[in-house]
Structures are given as C-alpha cells and as structure tokens.
C-alpha cells in the first residue's frame, strides 16, 4: 500500500515537472534585433520650406513569441515651423502631396522606403498631416535562439500641430510587423531540469521498490 502510494506521488512529480519543462519552452521568446539609418530631406518637396524631416540612427531588440506582434520605434523626426498665418502645402482637402522618405537596415540588410501623401495648413498654429500608403520589407531575420522572424516595416500615420512661436521636432514612428515565425531550440534552466530528472529517478526507485516487495 504504501509502495503504491509512493508510485504516485513519484508520478504526480514527473507530470508536474513535464508541465514546468512545458511552461518554460513557451515563456521564453526570440530575440528579434534591428539596427539601420533614416535620411533627413529637409525641407520636404512641395512644403512652404517650414516642414523637414530629420534622419537618426536605431537600434532596438524586441522579443517575439508569436506572428502577428506589432512594435513600434522612432524613425526620425518632422521639423515643423511656427504657424504664420498664411501659405500651406496646396492643398485644401488633403493629405494630397506625395512624399517619400528612405532608409536603410544593417541587421539585417535591406532598403527601406515609404510612400505616401501629406498636408501642411498653416494659420494660428502650422498642421502636418501625414497618410503613409506603402511599406517595406519583408525581411528575414535568423534570431541568437535559433528561430527566424520574418517581418516588414510601415510608418504609422502622422498628425502634428506647432502653436508656438518657433520650430518643433516630433517624432515620426515605424512599426514592425512580424508576419513569419519559426522559433529556435529552447533549453529549459536548470533548476527545471534539476526537478524533472529527480522525478524520473524517484519513478524507477518507487518501481524497484514494489518489485522486491
């Protein structure tokens, strides 16, 4: 009787220790990084030259678990200059300029370029407003871990307004989106190994254990 007890309380130990073993390759992510440039146009084509855009260097890490994820980094900055109460970009249902802005990816290696349309109203304060249509990519990434992320790369729709009486910088944000993923080999930590093969010991002690009995 007490054999058979102990039989299950070793069982009891192996499931839990295969349910922890589980819970760790799940929890644990790929590491997805990005590092690249954006070019600064300054001032941007067919503004009334109070609208530039100023290029930056990025490079972020990002864990992913699953496709679909988003996230979101800055590509650069829109220089906007005060209201003036006059002049805008031409249009007065916009956004209807084109505009453009470059880039590059080092890791992994790629062009990035973005179109779309934009606005500029300039009165008490100036307004930008910006509709992004195309994105780049995709890009494969071979992640430390073993997986690979497959991913593209859009700019988020921008809106920005300059009360003031001088120049302002605003961010203009890009978003990745992971449309691909393959995870890499994950190693559970020891302290879950440690449990589980305690388990598989005391199941073929607790089996020996019953035979001589």
Known sequence: MFTTRLTHIVKSLLVV???????????QADTLSIVG?????????GSSGQI??????????FNVTATGQTFNFVFGQYQIGPGAGVGDSGCTDGPCVPITLTGNLTTPAGALSFG??????????REL?????TGSGGFSYSTPEGGVVVFSVELVDFFAVNSGGSSILVNQLARI?????????QVPEPATMVLLGSGIV????????QKRA
């Open 116 to 125: 779309g349309f934009y606005e500029e109203a300039s009165g008490a304060g």
């Open 202 to 209: 005391g199941l073929f002690a607790a089996k020996r254990k």
């Open 52 to 61: 530039s855009f100023v290029g930056q260097a990025f490079s972020n890490n």
């Open 37 to 45: 440039s954006s070019n600064s146009q300054s001032p941007i084509t």
């Open 129 to 133: 407003s910006v509709d992004w249509m």
């Open 17 to 27: 220790s295969c349910l922890l073993v589980a819970f760790q390759l799940t929890a």
């Open 177 to 185: 989106t992971v449309t691909g993923f393959q995870p890499g080999g």
